[in-house]
């Protein structure tokens, strides 16, 4: 298998800058461009950059289609802790992407697994996905499949580890330990699965900090195993890695 590419850039910033100048590559190459893309702190300087090539350079998401990877299960769609809120905050409202071309899981479906096909379906019936860009937790997970014993192909609901409801939600952390029922919210999530991702024709996986070395490191040059589902990448013939100085130093 073809190796992937890998970027360490100096910093947060210059790694956003280069992601996105990947990202609108594939949009002005592709007339009718199809996006499977993250949420996370990781993604927000990604989006900036964009929204600034939107305003400044002619970056039209006119032809754009996009797919979000994942979303809580139950929640309304104008939760502030949703990725829907997150991704109009930080993309969707500021680009001329059409109204109708921007998808995610609907948390509220009546049938969870009337909603997986649904949108399994709707990925195939865009012509499937020309770049996934992904993040990674510091525990290797990519969208939401969490490491496990186990990895499912297509798109399903997925239990949050603990590791990443905390640090998903630091402040509801702190509640949680007087009322352990806040656990129970944001606990499942909708997200794409392992086989969705390797199908796109181009992943590119950005990631920053120190937290996040190690795992990054074990997907590149581990073994490929459930245990961190970001070494499944290994699999794909056409990856590229943005890295932060932080994230990546190792691979100098
Ligand atoms: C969340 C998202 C992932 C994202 C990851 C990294 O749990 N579901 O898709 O890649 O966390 O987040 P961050 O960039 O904030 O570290």
Request: no cysteine; charged share 20%.
């Given at each position: ?44 300087g990604l989006y900036r950059e964009l929204v600034r ?82 993040g990674v937790g510091a525990n290797g997970h990519i ?110």
């Amino acid at each position: 298998m073809k190796p992937p590419t890998i970027h360490v850039e100096a910093d947060y910033d210059a790694m956003a800058r280069l992601g996105a100048t990947i990202v609108a590559g594939v949009i002005r190459q592709h007339s009718r461009a199809v996006l499977a893309l993250p949420t996370g702190s990781t993604s927000v300087g990604l989006y900036r950059e964009l929204v600034r090539m939107h305003r400044n350079d002619g970056l039209s998401f006119e032809g754009v289609t996009a797919f979000n990877l994942d979303e809580y299960v139950g929640i309304p769609k104008d939760d502030p802790e949703g990725y829907h809120v997150f991704m109009r905050h930080n993309l969707f409202d500021h680009v001329d992407i059409k109204p109708d071309s921007w998808h995610l899981p609907d948390p509220l479906a009546a049938s969870p697994g009337a909603e997986v096909r649904r949108y399994e379906n709707l990925i195939d019936d865009a012509g499937g996905i020309d770049l996934a860009v992904l993040g990674v937790g510091a525990n290797g997970h990519i969208a939401f499949n969490e490491p496990g014993d186990t990895l499912t192909g297509s798109t399903h609901v997925a239990q949050l580890t603990d590791d990443t409801w905390t640090r998903n939600f630091p402040a509801l952390a702190a509640q949680r330990v007087a009322n352990p029922q806040v656990r129970a919210r944001y606990a499942d999530a909708y997200t794409v699965g392992i086989g969705t991702i390797l199908r796109a024709r181009h992943i590119l996986l950005l990631a920053s900090g120190q937290a996040k070395s190690a795992v990054v490191a074990g997907a590149i040059r581990g073994a490929v195993t459930p245990q961190n589902p970001a070494s499944f990448l290994q699999l794909h013939a056409n990856t590229t890695f943005v890295l932060d100085n932080a994230a990546g130093n190792w691979a100098l």
